[in-house]
């Protein structure tokens, strides 16, 4: 049973467009939630985060949206840069996961100049 | 400062063989974790660490032992390596603040079951 779930496995934009990147979770302890990057064949390097007391919270080109109704998070970049081309995973935490994280399965951007 | 390293990048094991992974991190994070990265299957946990001398199950720990003798290393160790367990595998680490965690990554070892 997958706690989170990114159901798009590919995004493809146009250099200057807007990406936005969803995920769901099913579990409402989560109380945390983070965006991470990953390029190939390195680790995933953190990218923003959100407290569920938040709504949105905002760095640079991305920002990140949390609707706890609709238990739905998605991370916005403006303007899309070719170099935003990687994998995005979306991960939760809580006293649902017991303070270990939960990824979701990853969203593969690629970003055309 | 080097944050999370991982050693060795790139391994090659034949069915039944043993390994050991090693994990290290400079940040003095009391949390490390190790991870595998399968195909359409995301980050899952394999087992996870909240201090020297402790450790705990994770998601996937089935055929996988580790042990945490130093607060800066977390090892991870194969017993009989089976091709199943070809993978990308991730370290990370941690600090927990105030029930906000972010982990930081090592850059994976890719091991190869034949």
């Known amino acids: 049973d997958q706690q989170v779930k990114q159901n798009s496995p590919s995004l493809s934009v146009q250099e200057g467009r807007i990406s936005i990147l969803n995920c769901d979770y099913t579990?409402?302890?989560?109380?945390?939630f983070l965006w991470y990057k990953k390029y190939p064949a390195e680790g995933p390097t953190f990218l923003i985060s959100i407290s569920s007391i938040k709504d949105k919270n905002e760095d640079g080109r991305f920002t990140v949206f949390l609707n706890k109704s609709a238990k739905h998070l998605s991370l916005h970049i403006v303007p899309s840069q070719p170099g935003d081309s990687a994998v995005y995973f979306c991960?939760?935490?809580?006293?649902?996961?017991?303070?270990?994280?939960?990824f979701g399965t990853g969203t593969l951007l690629a970003v055309q100049p | 400062n080097a944050g999370v390293t991982q050693t060795p990048k790139f391994r090659v094991l034949k069915t039944g063989q043993s390994m050991t992974l090693l994990c290290a991190q400079d940040m003095n994070h009391e949390y490390m974790y190790w991870y595998r990265q399968d195909p359409g299957m995301g980050l899952r946990l394999i087992h996870y660490?909240?201090?020297?001398?402790?450790?705990a199950k994770g998601e996937v720990p089935d055929g996988y032992n580790v042990s945490r003798l130093k607060k800066q290393n977390f090892l991870l160790g194969l017993e009989s390596a089976a091709p199943s367990q070809t993978s990308v595998y991730f370290c990370?680490?941690?600090?927990?603040?105030?029930?906000?965690?972010?982990?930081?990554f090592g850059p994976g070892t890719r091991l190869l079951v034949l």
């Open positions: 991960a939760a935490s809580g006293f649902g996961a017991t303070n270990k994280l939960i």
């Open positions: 660490s909240v201090g020297e001398g402790t450790t």
């Open positions: 579990n409402s302890m989560f109380d945390y």
């Open positions: 990370a680490s941690s600090f927990l603040l105030a029930n906000q965690e972010t982990q930081y």
